[in-house]
């Protein structure tokens, strides 16, 4: 069965740091591979993407702060976050770019206090 967990999140104070994996069941080593964040608008965004060749793209929210690796032979997907704010506040999904509906998982919910 193909799937993805995210694991990784939690509560932080503002300004601090958190690293988010996603672990795949694999076969997504020709995929670009994104994370998405959910927040109080309900709205699916997608932050950085990451190319099969380890090319990676950012959303202007996130650019310097954010940085998103994979690793195959792993079958993960990581995502880095520092000098975290409270409107990165939000539900973090990984999935494959763009997104396939059957590979939605829980997500991991991310809270940063000011």
């Known amino acids: 069965q193909v799937q993805l967990v995210e694991s990784g999140g939690g509560s932080v104070q503002a300004g601090g740091s958190l690293r988010l994996s996603c672990v795949t069941s694999?076969?997504?080593?020709?995929?670009?591979m994104a994370w998405y964040r959910q927040g109080t608008r309900n709205r699916r965004t997608v932050i950085p993407t990451v190319s099969p060749t380890g090319y990676a793209d950012y959303d202007e929210d996130v650019r310097g702060r954010f940085t998103i690796s994979r690793d195959d032979a792993k079958n993960i997907l990581v995502l880095e976050m520092k000098d975290l704010k409270p409107e990165d506040t939000a539900t973090y999904f990984c999935?494959?770019?763009?997104?396939?509906?059957?590979?939605w998982g829980q997500g991991t919910h991310v809270f940063v206090t000011s």
């Open positions: 694999g076969g997504f080593s020709s995929n670009t």
């Open positions: 999935n494959v770019r763009p997104p396939l509906r059957k590979l």
